[in-house]
């Protein structure tokens, strides 16, 4: 159950670039995990005024990074890999910084949520050109499909957030 090798399958592209897909992948994974994660803490702890608005829109984009993590969980393992998706593993790997606790007013959880979104829109625009780089396309589409995503749910996240 430990082997992260690459496993046969009949998927065209050679082996070398679904492991780098999939290591690239992974990396994303885990932050993806993360990003629920934080999504949800700052649902369960939002405080204010516009408290149900941005409580339900925490909630929605908690599910958005939901849905991305098995996107990219499924990616990998059609490449034939083995997609690395425990908290213990998303809570070691993930590149975005860690999310404060307690509750909080509506302005700091945006702006954490905010920064989130934006850490893995960045991350996700640059799996692009990596991807076309060593050659998958497909890989490439998918990070451009999750970047789209992430820039719309960021922009939901700031259109709350207007500078005083």
């Known amino acids: 159950m430990g082997d992260l090798n690459m496993y046969p399958t009949r998927n065209s592209l050679p082996e070398h670039i679904r492991a780098q897909s999939n290591e690239i992948l992974n990396k994303h994974l885990a932050a993806a995990i993360d990003l629920h994660a934080q999504l949800k803490q700052a649902h369960w702890n939002v405080r204010g005024p ?85 050659g998958d396309a497909d890989t490439a589409d998918l990070f451009t499909g999750m970047s789209r995503n992430i820039d719309k749910q960021l922009w939901f996240i700031e259109s709350h957030n207007v500078p005083g």
Do not use: C, K, N
Not at 58 to 84: K, N, P, Q
Not at 113 to 132: D, H, K, N, P, W
């Open 50 to 134: 516009a408290f149900i608005a941005i409580h339900e829109l925490f909630d929605r984009i908690s599910v958005e990074a939901e849905a991305m993590s098995d996107m990219i969980a499924e990616r990998v393992s059609g490449l034939g890999g083995t997609a690395r998706g425990t908290i213990q593993l998303a809570s070691e790997r993930s590149f975005l910084a860690p999310y404060l606790l307690g509750i909080g007013s509506e302005h700091e959880h945006l702006t954490a949520v905010a920064e989130a979104l934006a850490t893995f829109g960045t991350s996700t625009r640059s799996a692009i050109q990596e991807a076309v780089a060593f």
